[in-house]
């Protein structure tokens, strides 16, 4: 079944520790995101890739690090986590970064709690 | 300051009844605009889309309205059904340089009563 993957599906962290969130879609989408969500603030960006070899900061970029190496993945990653990034990360794609009228698909998610 | 704002948290609808799901913004500048599902523990799903050039799209129970000069959207679900019940995004792409991306509102979450 066409779409995007995510894992680790949930998963907790000390503070302090490394870890990578990965994405793999096999729509051979040019664009992927990763948004987080959070209780009352709705999704917010963190990066994205317009295509293999790009990336950008989105609106919350800071303790987090992507890179997109091939079209089909994008791996987020916590140097070095913190409490504050408890949350819930989706991965999305979609077809362009230009042309977005039908919008994203996302991932399942992966919920992350740093302790 | 919040391009894309959906003031009302939650909603509780009876059965059968109409569903109606409000988001303002502030960038007129918007050529379209999104509507996404998400229920728990899963991710969003597309729901519906208006183009800024038009005033109404609607796909079966699901209908959206735009409202310009209010700057304004809803989204109607007649009739509501118990399945309906999740939280509802709206969204809007922005562009900076030849990348694009989509902003969210917070959400409202539905609740469809049997």
């Known amino acids: 079944i066409a779409g995007i993957t995510q894992a680790p599906t949930s998963q907790i962290l000390a503070a302090g520790r490394r870890m990578t969130l990965r994405c793999t879609q096999d729509?051979?989408?040019?664009?992927m995101y990763w948004y987080r969500q959070d209780l009352g603030l709705g999704l917010r960006l963190i990066h994205y890739?317009?295509?293999?070899?790009?990336?950008g900061k989105g609106e919350v970029p800071d303790g987090y690090s992507v890179s997109r190496a091939n079209t089909d993945d994008f791996p987020l990653t916590l140097a070095s986590a913190v409490p504050s990034q408890t949350s819930v990360y989706f991965c999305?794609?979609?077809?362009?970064?230009?042309?977005?009228?039908?919008?994203?698909?996302f991932g399942s998610g992966t919920r992350l709690t740093v302790v | 300051d919040q391009q894309v704002k959906q003031n009302s948290p939650s909603l509780s609808v009876q059965e059968g009844r109409i569903s109606i799901l409000n988001c303002d913004y502030t960038?007129?500048?918007?050529?379209?605009f999104l509507w996404y599902k998400k229920y728990p523990a899963e991710g969003p799903t597309f729901l519906i889309s208006?183009?800024?050039?038009?005033d109404k799209n609607e796909d079966g129970r699901f209908t959206v309205f735009l409202n310009k000069s209010a700057k304004h959207l809803s989204l109607h679900i007649v009739p509501s059904q118990p399945g309906d019940s999740a939280v509802y995004f709206c969204?809007?792409?922005?562009?900076?340089?030849?990348?694009?991306?989509?902003?969210f509102g917070k959400g409202t979450k539905l609740s469809v009563k049997p």
């Open positions: 999305a794609s979609s077809v362009s970064g230009t042309e977005m009228y039908y919008g994203y698909t």
């Open positions: 729509m051979r989408h040019n664009a």
């Open positions: 890739s317009n295509t293999a070899g790009t990336t």
């Open positions: 960038n007129s500048m918007f050529d379209y």
């Open positions: 208006i183009s800024s050039i038009k």
């Open positions: 969204a809007a792409p922005v562009y900076g340089g030849s990348q694009g991306n989509l902003i």
